[in-house]
């Protein structure tokens, strides 16, 4: 009898243990998703990447001659970066089901669903809305075209406006008169 209740006992502790790991890894898979949808759909002038610390840009005068929203779709980063977070969460949690081969099958087979989810996850939400311009220069007439996101600060800019492009090996854009 005590011997059937120790067993009792130990297969309780067994199951809480494991409920309480399958809970962990459903939060962390809840927290990476949270993660995923904190992302903004407007850019802002204020942010700056890494990458353009200590680089010039030539700064072109010119005036829109013409303007259209494009999608802009996640970067193959973005989409890398949700695809092994993906695989590491669903890895994680099919490790917690099954025991021997089959929680290694189990374990593979999350985390090749989790990779896909991820990288899916990362696709869909690093889409933002953008414009392509072509930025005519004031002093040769030549024109530029510019595709950039549309900035919180600025809004979609239209045909007509006059400003400056600021032209660099990491990238281009333009910006109205007064910003």
Known sequence: MASRLARAAETDARKTHT?????YIIALLAAG?????????????????????????QVIPGTVVSARTVQVEASSEDKNLGMGLGTALGA???????????????AVGFGVVGALAGRGVAASMGKTKGQELVVRADADKKQYRVIQPIYSQIGAIPVGTHGHLQYADKGSKFLPDGF
């Open 92 to 106: 994680g949690a099919g490790s917690l089901l099954g025991r021997g081969k089959g929680q290694i099958v189990s």
């Open 19 to 23: 409920n309480m790991k399958k809970t």
């Open 33 to 57: 998703l949270l993660g995923f949808s904190s992302c903004s759909d407007m850019a802002s002038l204020n942010s700056m990447s890494a990458d353009s610390l200590g680089t010039a840009a």
